[in-house]
């Protein structure tokens, strides 16, 4: 496995890939959901390069980007035993050479409901740093976590709207045992939290918004932001949509799940 930081590096390291490649995007703090998107990527692909880049550009003001977790040596043990090819952990100074990009990708509409419109500018963010990472790994086939369905959505849109030479492959959320869906920021949580977290998913058992929303309402140490039945392409509300997502504040930390329907 080879570990690259500059544009150099990663140009000369992807020119020795040959047949498909996959790029499995991360900010780090690896755990089995990230080991699951490259296993996935090795079905996809003959080669896999994993980047690890804490964005800053899509974190708002207040947001944990100072406190996000960084665990680069377990993250390259991670991508090691999962057997990627390339690891690109770029500074930001190497992705942002001219500073904070003044042209950025907008997500439009997907980029201002729920998620968004807790967290204005993110989505702005992360496309800006999807495309560009796709540019400098130049992949067939790209894989991103159902976990962050919004995401995935406004990944799949800018693809179709802009005609990017790339397919675009959901991996469904891996689980705690217990149901929790795993995410980096699940390290911030004491265990009394983690247990009060569950609640998300148990909401989203219920299939049903008003039953679901009672669970989360009835909870103490739970702040809801949302749960709702959305579409999954334009996150437009719709009664026959074929994704529940949920988002609550537990302690400081804020959590996201969703579950896939059938459309009503
Ligand atoms: O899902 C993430 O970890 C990030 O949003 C991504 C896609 C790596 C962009 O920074």
Known sequence: ??????????????????????????????????????????????????????????????????????????????CEREKADVVFTPLPEVVYPDGLPLVRVSAGRLG???????????FDGVLTVVLKLLQLTRPDVALFGQKDA????AIRRMVRDLDLPVQVVAVPTVREPDGLALSSRNAYLSDEQRSTALVLSRALATGDVAAGRALLDAEP????????????????????????????????????????????
Request: aromatic residues 4%.
């Open 1 to 78: 496995m080879k570990v690259v930081r500059t544009r150099d590096e990663l140009a000369e390291a992807r020119a020795e890939l040959s047949g498909r490649v996959a790029v499995v995007m991360t900010m780090g703090a690896l755990h089995e959901g990230h080991a699951e998107l490259v296993r996935q990527a090795r079905q996809h692909a003959d080669a896999v390069v994993v980047t690890v880049f804490v964005n800053p550009l899509q974190f708002g003001q207040g947001e944990d980007l100072d406190r996000y977790p960084r665990t680069l040596q377990a993250d390259l043990d991670l």
């Open 112 to 122: 201002e409901v729920y998620e968004g419109a807790s967290r204005p500018g993110h």
């Open 150 to 153: 919004q995401q995935l959505a």
């Open 221 to 264: 140490g739970v702040e809801p932001d949302y749960l709702a039945r959305v579409d999954s392409a334009t996150f437009e509300d719709s009664p026959a949509g074929d994704l529940l997502v949920v988002a609550a504040r537990v302690g400081s930390t804020r959590l996201l799940d969703n579950r896939i329907l059938e459309r009503a």
